[in-house]
């Protein structure tokens, strides 16, 4: 069993940053991709950012050069850096990760960017 547990969420400018912590209730190490998803009220679920254990990222189109996902391993917690914040970016961000043949979601954090 994993518990993900998402902070950092908010209301910001547009231009403004905000920076996501997922704190994992397992090492971390142990995990091999975590990722950030996020969803827009009437649309599906997405996938902003992952995270390899090695280092590896990848990131949505829309996000690309904005966002920063990275993981300290020594607190077994993910980020998500979000710089120059538009309104579309307004959703719920949810961790996510996949362990020992589960997926495990977070609770979900609201990020809200007024124009």
């Known amino acids: 069993q994993v518990q993900l547990v998402e902070s950092g969420g908010g209301l910001v400018q547009s231009g403004g940053s905000l920076r996501l912590s997922c704190a994992a209730s397992?090492?971390?190490?142990?995990?091999?991709?975590m990722g950030w998803y996020r969803q827009a009220p009437g649309k599906q679920r997405e996938l902003v950012a992952s995270?390899?254990?090695?280092?590896?990222?990848n990131y949505a189109d829309s996000v690309e050069g904005r966002f920063t996902i990275s993981r300290d391993n020594a607190k077994s917690t993910m980020y998500l850096q979000m710089n120059s914040l538009k309104p579309e970016d307004t959703a719920v961000y949810y961790c996510h990760t996949y362990y020992a043949l589960r997926t495990y979601w977070g609770q979900g954090t609201q990020v809200t960017v007024s124009s």
């Open positions: 397992i090492s971390i190490p142990s995990i091999d991709v």
């Open positions: 995270i390899s254990r090695g280092g590896s990222t």
